[in-house]
């Protein structure tokens, strides 16, 4: 071994062979260089041989590719030359490099390449053989389109010459006016059909300019050409923001401080699920069991002793809540015993390190992506406790209810569902309405094409538009009727022409039903029982969760509601049925509730700058795309001829019925007998105080009728 390791190095560090004679200048010529890699593989060969035999046996393949390696590398020795000196003649590979590589470059260099492949060959043969097909499909798919392309360069320069050719031809009758008398009427209906000016004139070949004769003609043709289609908003719009990790050693703390605290209360517990969310961490607590020993019949030995163990009551878990807050040092904790679809108690503290939630980070996720390929309408609500993004699809709702405090983040929220809408649909397939009595929090969406109208501020516009709204569902009842069809999505598959989806949105409810609490709640009532079908939706907000906002009719019809933080469990129990919203931290922090989730989902609402909704509404209002359809939301005349209308000239009627057959005629009689609110009462007994069937001046409780 020692001798070889020296005669490597005197070839290393002085390859002049003469110190070897004339056997070591013919062995020196014959392999050169190539010796170094030759006995280094040698050596490696008997040394395995020798101590691992059972390696060589096992790696056959290897050592194949290690020799044709070692080919590669002659192959490649052999592809260069000194200018002076024995090697000069038959290169760094000798004369066995060059008998293996060939004496041409080109040749040399092919089988070195053969000899890598052979290697990949012998080394991973499925995946050299998957890379060799696909390389091959690539090269040949190269070579179509270039002679595709060829084709049509060609054919594009034959048609181009004889255009040309027939343009001088047409050029020269103009001038000369020879042939056929009924050129010119030919030539005058040509004009017409491409939708030329009367008053053009044609001119000769020789006092037109080229570059007029180029662009004046094709200029007044595609003038006429359709604009092009809308096109959606990409994602760049929108800011990305970052996320916030917290330590292990945090979480680890918070995990053994939780175990501790109520082991020492005597409940055994064990953390065995931590999820980080935006804002709060739920850890995930798995009752532990509680160890009895019974003793046997004979009581003079303890190995008689039975153990009996049971789980620990998820109520001892609840009843120390208060004892959690002081160990964890925060009053913001909410317990959830147990988490739906796990076998846990979820207790939900404070994030240390919270972050926002960018709509960005949800519109490229792939369930937001999903919902919106298969032709639903995605909102985006924000991100769970885990960190996982919430989206839904608006379709399957069908309606919304947003309720929360002043400060909760209700507005941030809807201005983030309206532009998740925006990013998802094109106008002509969703149009908007848009209702905002404060003024300041929908306006800035004024200007877009998916609007029917500008933004209404004003109260009493509201109670025409939803009249002209009701009229618009009946319209579309028959046509589905006409059609045969039961929903709003048969008759675009069938119809020529489409109907695109409507989305009423109101920002605060309150100060509608303060001006006519009766008329919007049945308008609203009868919009989300019948608006699904049609494609009308609807999105409700106000910030004071009363029962005189959100009344029983209105929760009855739209299960899907999301519940910001409020002040008092009664205002959580009005949105949710049920306590936990006033446990909520504000900024954003919500609990979505739906058909589908039988308990309320905590997520942190998404954030919004108001440079980003410029960005957006500033994207659709640049844009010129198709005609969109007109709707018509004017009042109908005749609405109250409708069988599902109860005002109007019925009611009157109605009204006398009742006069006729009783002695005495109240507003609470009327509000009673007809189904109505008391304003709508009150109206009726005024008009029949004008057509004197009741006295004047009496108190509303003692009218007597004549």
Not at 197 to 220: F, I, L, N, R
Not at 441 to 446: D, I, V
Request: with cysteine; net charge neutral.
């Amino acid at each position: 071994m020692a001798i070889t390791l020296f005669v490597l190095a005197r070839i290393l560090f002085n390859p002049d062979m003469s110190w070897l004679g004339e056997i070591g200048e013919e062995l020196w010529l014959f392999g050169g260089y190539g010796w170094i890699p030759f006995i280094s593989w040698s050596i490696a060969l008997l040394a395995t041989i020798r101590f691992w035999p059972s390696m060589l046996k096992h790696n056959t393949k290897t050592w194949m590719a290690s020799f044709v390696f070692l080919v590669s590398i002659l192959t490649a020795l052999s592809m260069f030359s000194p200018d002076v000196g024995t090697l000069s003649i038959y290169g760094y590979g000798g004369w066995f490099g060059q008998f293996i590589g060939g004496d041409p470059i080109l040749l040399s260099l092919g089988n070195m390449i053969t000899c890598m492949m052979a290697i990949l060959l012998l080394l991973a043969p499925q995946w050299t053989a998957s890379k060799l097909r696909g390389f091959s499909l690539f090269i040949l798919s190269v070579i179509l389109s270039g002679v595709r392309k060829t084709f049509i360069r060609t054919k594009a320069l034959i048609s181009t010459s004889m255009k040309r050719s027939s343009s001088e031809t047409l050029s020269d009758n103009i001038e000369t006016g020879i042939g056929n008398p009924s050129f010119r009427g030919r030539l005058k209906g040509v004009v017409s059909a491409i939708g030329f000016s009367k008053k053009m004139v044609v001119k000769q070949a020789d006092s037109v300019d080229m570059a007029q004769q180029k662009t004046s003609p094709e200029e007044g043709i595609f003038k006429k050409v359709k604009p092009s289609k809308w096109r959606l908003p990409d994602a760049e719009l929108l800011s990305e923001g970052q996320i916030k990790s917290v330590p292990q050693e945090t979480l680890g703390k918070m995990s053994r401080i939780i175990e501790e605290t109520l082991a020492d209360h005597g409940v055994q517990v064990s953390v065995e699920d931590v999820r980080v969310g935006p804002r709060v961490i739920r850890f995930g607590i798995v009752p532990g069991w509680i160890r009895r020993y019974t003793e046997a019949s004979s009581t003079k030995l303890k190995e008689h002793q039975a153990n009996d163990a049971s789980r620990v009551k998820v109520q001892s878990i609840l009843s120390r809540e208060q004892d959690l807050s002081l160990a964890l040092k925060t009053a913001d904790l909410r317990i959830e015993a147990p988490v739906p679809g796990e076998g846990l108690v979820g207790l939900e503290v404070p994030n240390p390190s919270p972050y926002r939630v960018y709509l960005r980070s949800i519109t490229e996720h792939s369930s937001f992506k999903r919902i919106a390929a298969r032709g639903g309408v995605p909102i985006t609500l924000g991100k769970g406790t885990g960190g996982e993004p919430v989206t839904e699809d608006l379709l399957s709702l069908p309606h919304l209810l947003i309720a929360g405090a002043t400060g909760s983040g209700k507005s941030v929220c809807v201005n983030a569902i309206i532009t998740s809408v925006l990013m998802a649909n094109r106008p002509d397939r969703l149009r908007m309405i848009m209702v905002d009595p404060k003024r300041v929090e929908l306006t800035p969406f004024n200007g877009l094409p998916h609007l029917l109208k500008p933004v209404i501020v004003d109260t009493e516009k509201v109670l025409p538009m939803l009249g002209g709204l009701m009229k618009e569902l009946f319209r579309r009842y028959k046509l589905m009727e006409e059609q045969g069809v039961r929903n709003i999505e048969g008759y675009n598959k069938k119809a020529k022409e489409q109907i695109p989806y409507l989305l009423l949105v109101v920002d605060e409810l309150a100060d509608l039903m303060m001006s006519a609490r009766f008329e919007v709640e049945q308008s609203l009532v009868r919009l989300a029982q019948l608006g699904r079908a049609t494609g009308i939706h609807l999105i409700l907000c106000t910030q004071r969760p009363s029962v005189n906002v959100v009344t029983g009719l209105l929760k009855a019809n739209i299960a899907a509601r999301v519940a910001f933080a409020v002040s008092s469990q009664v205002d959580s129990r009005v949105i949710l049925d049920g306590a936990g919203a006033e446990k909520l931290l504000g900024k954003g922090d919500l609990l979505f509730l739906s058909a589908q989730s039988p308990k309320p989902q905590r997520i942190q609402g998404t954030f919004m700058f108001d440079e980003e909704i410029e960005r957006i509404v500033g994207f659709w209002r640049d844009q010129e795309g198709p005609p969109l359809v007109d709707i018509d939301l004017d009042e109908a005349q005749d609405l109250a001829q409708n069988p599902w209308d109860t005002g109007g000239d019925e009611l009157l009627e109605k009204a006398r019925a009742l006069a006729e057959h009783s002695d005495r005629l109240s507003p609470s009689l009327l509000q009673r007998r007809l189904q109505i609110g008391y304003s709508k009462a009150v109206d009726l007994m005024e008009a029949l105080e004008e057509e004197d069937m009741i006295p004047e001046g009496m108190s509303v409780d003692q009218k007597q009728v004549f």
